[in-house]
């Protein structure tokens, strides 16, 4: 386990650098374009985004004016009830696959991702005899594959 130092990332950081991120996709930039605008690598600014690296005042200033937004802009997102959604959440996100299973789900039509969960619901529960599913059900796997 890695030692907690005052500087390695938080969650926090890590509620940051996905508002950064979002508000970079939603100015359509690329993070190549954003870390040359802020004299950073874009390896450094992957690293900002996905919260590994935590970003200097000096630094996130620059990164605000970049994508034409202030500090409190960026930060607000900190104060907010979401952000402790995404804190208490975020460690799924590091699971295996994790991120092609949700860019998969965003492609499912409403009527598969309810297949879909239902499918996931039935495989997670115990069948009645507190045992593991051996096999999920039928009418689920035909949802999803209609």
């Known amino acids: 386990m890695r030692k907690h130092t005052s500087r390695s990332a938080e969650a926090a950081d890590h509620v940051l650098g996905e508002a950064i991120r979002r508000r970079r996709e939603a100015l359509r930039m690329t993070q190549q374009q954003l870390a040359e605008a802020c004299s950073v690598s874009y390896q ?3 690293k ?9 005042f000096s630094r ?17 997102v900190l ?5 402790s959604a995404y804190i208490e959440h975020e460690r799924f996100r590091d699971l ?7 860019r998969r789900y965003a492609q499912l039509t ?4 309810a ?9 997670a529960a115990p ?11 039928v009418r689920a796997i035909e949802a999803l594959v209609d």
């Open 115 to 123: 297949a879909l969960l239902q499918l996931l619901g039935s495989a």
């Open 96 to 102: 295996p696959d994790a991120e092609a299973l949700l």
């Open 79 to 83: 104060d907010q009830e979401t952000s």
């Open 127 to 137: 069948a009645a005899d507190g045992h593991p599913r051996a096999r999920p059900p």
């Open 110 to 113: 409403p009527v598969g991702r």
């Open 60 to 76: 996130l200033v620059k990164i605000g004016r970049a994508l034409g937004s202030t500090v409190a802009e960026l930060t607000s």
């Open 48 to 56: 900002y985004e996905s919260g590994l690296n935590r970003i200097s």
């Open 44 to 46: 450094q600014m992957q």
